[in-house]
């Protein structure tokens, strides 16, 4: 009886490898982005439907997230500050796809600064991941902090593309490039909320 509790406890699903799969699709959302910002509009006509299939993935990863937290007696840092780390980096995903969505329906340049954006949003995901596979609190705390760090240099890199922006011509590729990077401004700051949560769970551990 109790070789045959070890090994269902070892058949059962892992908190923390769930959100390290849910970052793992968000991060395959963002390098579809970014492959995107480098593409002509002209070659985009697929995009949507493939970014959609992506965001799907992600809401099945989040929705499994959730029904394990909610079964689990403990987790590895308090509950709620997991679910809202797990619903900031959801909502890093709608905000590509929502992007990605706009880019191809205007047919818009992104330009290179919103390249820039969602490098540092796939570094700030990356720090993200490796702090939770980890589980260490000194690992949480170390990579929790890089993450906010490179969510901050998307905010950067937004306010430098605003800034190109408004020493050229007020145009319509203007306009859309702007809406863009806007979008990009807000994956950054779910991005610190998703750290936020984790810094605060380990925090409240540590009490």
Partial sequence: MVA??????????????????QIDITLDGVAFALDLVETPPTDRAVARAEM??????????????????????????????LFRASRS??????????????????????GESSAEALRHVATSLEELRVGIASGMPEDVRTHGIA???????????YQRGLKELFEGELTMETLKT??????????GLRLAEAADALL??????AI
């Fill in 89 to 110: 980096i959801d909502d890093v995903l709608d905000n590509t796809r929502d992007f990605v969505r706009e880019m191809t329906l205007w047919k818009a340049t992104a």
């Fill in 200 to 205: 605060d769970g380990l925090i409240k551990r």
């Fill in 178 to 187: 702007r809406e863009l990077l806007r979008r990009l401004d807000v994956i």
């Fill in 147 to 157: 993450a906010r760090k490179e969510a901050g240099q998307v905010r950067r890199a």
């Fill in 4 to 21: 045959r509790f070890f090994r269902d406890r070892e058949k059962r699903k892992s908190t923390r490898r769930l959100m390290m799969r």
């Fill in 52 to 81: 959609a299939e992506i965001e799907h993935e992600g809401d099945d990863a989040r929705a499994e997230v959730i029904g394990v937290m909610l079964s689990k007696l403990s987790t590895p840092l308090d509950r709620e500050d």
